[in-house]
C-alpha cells in the first residue's frame, strides 16, 4: 500500500506519533519485570531501545513533529489521554510561542495568533471548519474540554491543502485515531476545587469538580476501532470587581471620579463533551472514518452591587477635598441617589459536529472523500433590575466619603443601610428609560441569539512522485454556512407603578442572605433572586422598538469554492536534506448579509407600546424640513400607494424601488416590515436569498407559504421580492 500523501506531512507525523504513543504506554508496564532480562541483553551485545515517557516524551513528540513538518507549526500532543490538565484546550494553546489567550470571568476563552485579533484565526476540528458561539468568526475555545483533544496543530503558514484557513493561523484540534492507536485504553479522572473566597453571592458554589472518562478499543483483527470519551465540569468562580467610569473636572487642574459600579460576581460554568470515533478499514485499499462531537455549555452568573453615578447622577463633591497629581483622592459626594443592583446573566450553547472521510488507494492514485456538518445554536439572557429609596426626585438620598487608591480603586462609607430592604424598595432611582415606561424603567433584558450551520464536501486525488517532486495532491472543497443573529430586548415596568412614582417593595420569598460588601467600605447590601422575579406578576416586559433593536438584526449565507494544487518536494543541499512544497489555493466566495437601517418616529420613544411605528429604509429616505406633512405619514402614504404585489417577484422589487426603498407599517404589536441590504448583484440566486429570509423568519414565529406571510400579530403586509417581516417579540418564559 502506498504511503498517504492525502494530508499535509505534519498531520502524518501526529498519526506517527500517537502510534508511538500507545507502544510507550504498553511497554510501561513491562518496564520492571523486563529489568533483568535487559541486563542479560546486555552481556550479549544486544542493544535495547529506550523509550521516553510521561512530560518529557509529550515534549519531544511535540518537537519531532515540528522538526519532520514542511510548515512552520506549534504542536502540543497529551502526555497520556484525558491528562492535559487546562480546563480547556485553550488554557493549553496559550503556552505554545507566539498565541496569546484572552481570559473572560477568569478562564481562558479566545486565541491571538502573532498578537492579532481573534477574528483572523480559525478553528478546524480534525481537519474540518468548525462553526463558533460568538458573534463572529473566533472560536471560544472554552466549548472544547482538553481531556478530549489528543493533540493540537498551530499553522502559522499557508498551505495550499489546509480549507479555511486564517491570515494569523489556523488551530486544528485533533481528536484520537483509534486504529493508529493501538491497543485497548480505557482511562477516567476525577478533580476537585474550592475556592478561596468562598461563595460571595447568596445561591453560588465554592466548590467544583471535572470528571471525564474515555475508551479506545480495536476489533476484527484491528480493521474497526472505536474512541469514545465524555468530559463534564462543574466549576464556579467569584470575583470581586471594580468598576470607575468618567473624571469630570471639578477644579482647574482637578479631575475626580464620576461614578463607581462595582459589583460582587459569581459564576458557574458547567459543560457537557462527548466525543465519538469510528474507524473502519476492511482491506488495505479502503479507510473510512466516521467523528461525532457534542458540547453543551452552560454559564450562569449572578452580579451583585451598588451602582454609584455620584457626578454624573446629580451629586456634589463638597469643598475640601484632597487632589494629587490632578487627581482627587480622597473627598465627599453629598445628594448621591445609587441604584442597588441585583442581576443575572445567563448563556447556553450547543454544539454539534459530525464529520465522514473515506480513503481508497488505486495503486498509483489515493482518492479522499470528506463531508462535514456543524451546527451551534446560543441563546443569552441578560437581565438587570433595580432598587434603591425612591424613584428619581423622589426617596433618601446618601452623603458618601470615599477613598481612591494608587490602583485605582476606591473605598465608601455611607450614611444609608442598603440591606435594610424596608429601606431599598423596587424602582427607578435614575430615572433611566423614561421615554418607554412612565417614572423610568425598573430593569432590562438582553436577550440575543445566535444559529450557525456550516457544511462542507471535498474530494481530493494524490499520488506518489519520483526525483525531487515526491508526491502530488489537488482537489476541490465546497463550504456552505448561514449565520444569524437575533437580539431581544425588553424594558421592565413593575405592575405595581401605575402612577410613574410607585415603588414597590421586594417580595419577601425572594429576599436572600444580605451580599457583603467589605471590598468596598460597604458592610452588605439586600440580596434578591432577579430570577425568580423576572414574571409578568412583578414586572411589564416592554418590547424595546427604537432603531438600535432593528438594526443590530443581521443574517449572512457564505457558500465558498476551494480548489487547491500542492507537489512536495525533497532535495539535497549540500550535505542537508530541504523538505518543502508548492501549491496553490484558489478561493471563491459569494456571500449575501442581510441588515437593515432603521429609525424611530418623530418624538423618540415608545410611549405607546400597544401601536408602533417603524421605518425601515434599505437606502436614505431622510426627512425633509421643508416637507409640509409629518415624516412618517408620508411614509405612509408612500406606502398605502403601492398596489398588492403580484406573482412575479421581479416587478414587485422594481416598483418598491420606485418607492425610494422605504416600508412603513403600524399596526397594534404585529410585524415590523424590514429591507435585506445584498452585496450582490440583482441576478443573484432568489432562491437561496429565500432560504436564508425562511431561516430568519422561522426565529420570529413565522412562516412563508405561497408568497403570503403567516403568523401571530401580523395584520397588515407589504410585499416585494426582498422584504422580510418578523414578529415583535413577547415576554419569554422563565
Known sequence: MMKSVTYPRVARAVARTLRTHSTVFGCAALLASGAVAAQDEVGTGVQEEVTVTGFRGSLQTSIAEKKESDLIVEAISAEDIGKLPDASIAESIARVPGLTTQRLDGRAQVISIRGLAPDFSTT???????????????????????????????????????????????????????????????????????????????????????????????????????????????????????????????????????????????????????????????????????????????????????????????ATLEPGFTAENGLVTQGVYDNVKAVVRNDATLRESELWSAGWNGRWDLGTWQLTGDASLSQVDREDTILETYAGTGRAGTGATDTMAFNQSDEGDATFTSVLDYSDPNVIMLTSPQGWGGNAIVGGQDGFINNPSI????????????????????????????????????????????????????????????????????????????????????????????????????????????????????????????????????????VQTDQTSEGVGAANPPGGGVSTPAVTTALVAKQGLRRNAAEPEPFAAHAERLCRASRPRPPDGTTAARRYASLRGVHVHQWPGGAVGRQRRQSKPASVDRQRRGRVARKVLRTRGLRLRRGLLQGPGVVHLQRSATLRLHRLPGPRRQ
Open 124 to 314: 478546524l476540528l480534525n481537519g474540518r471548519e468548525q462553526v463558533t458561539t460568538g458573534d463572529n468568526r473566533a472560536a471560544e475555545y472554552d466549548q472544547y474540554p482538553s481531556e478530549l483533544v489528543g493533540a493540537v496543530l498551530v499553522y502559522k503558514t499557508p498551505e495550499a491543502g489546509l480549507i479555511g484557513q486564517g491570515l494569523s493561523g489556523t488551530v486544528d484540534l485533533q481528536t484520537i485515531r483509534p486504529l493508529a492507536y493501538g491497543r485497548r485504553t480505557i482511562a477516567a479522572n476525577l478533580r476537585g476545587e474550592t475556592l478561596s473566597l468562598g461563595d460571595l453571592n447568596a445561591g453560588s458554589e465554592e466548590d467544583g469538580y471535572r470528571v471525564s472518562g474515555s475508551y479506545i478499543d480495536q476489533f476484527a483483527d484491528d480493521r474497526v476501532g472505536i474512541a469514545i470519551g465524555a468530559a463534564y465540569l462543574d466549576s464556579p468562580t467569584q470575583v470581586e470587581r471594580f468598576n470607575s467610569w468618567g473624571y469630570p473636572e471639578v477644579a482647574p487642574g482637578a479631575l475626580a471620579m464620576g461614578g463607581a459600579k462595582p459589583y460582587v460576581v459569581s459564576t458557574e460554568l458547567k459543560r457537557t463533551g462527548i466525543i465519538g470515533t469510528l474507524e473502519f478499514a476492511p482491506s488495505e485499499t479502503f479507510h473510512s472514518t466516521v467523528d461525532l462531537y457534542y458540547s453543551k455549555f452552560e454559564d450562569d452568573q449572578l452580579l451583585r452591587g451598588i451602582e454609584l453615578p455620584l457626578f454624573w447622577g446629580g
Open 451 to 586: 444559529d450557525d450551520e456550516l457544511s462542507a464536501f471535498r474530494v481530493s486525488a494524490a499520488r506518489e512522485l519520483s526525483g525531487m517532486f515526491t508526491a502530488l495532491d489537488f482537489g476541490v472543497n465546497y463550504t456552505l454556512r448561514d449565520k444569524t443573529y437575533s437580539p431581544d430586548r425588553f424594558y421592565l415596568g413593575l405592575v405595581g407603578n401605575t402612577d410613574g412614582d410607585t415603588s414597590v417593595p421586594i417580595p419577601t420569598s425572594a429576599l436572600l442572605r444580605p451580599t457583603e460588601l467589605n471590598f468596598l467600605g460597604i458592610e452588605s447590601m439586600v440580596s434578591y433572586d432577579p430570577l425568580a422575579l423576572a414574571n409578568p406578576s412583578v414586572y411589564n416586559f416592554v418590547p424595546a422598538v427604537d432603531a438600535n433593536v432593528f438594526s443590530r438584526n443581521w443574517a449572512i449565507e457564505e457558500n465558498a469554492l476551494t480548489g487547491f494544487a500542492r507537489v512536495d518536494l525533497q532535495m539535497e543541499v549540500g550535505s542537508s536534506v530541504l523538505n518543502g512544497n508548492i501549491g496553490v489555493q484558489f
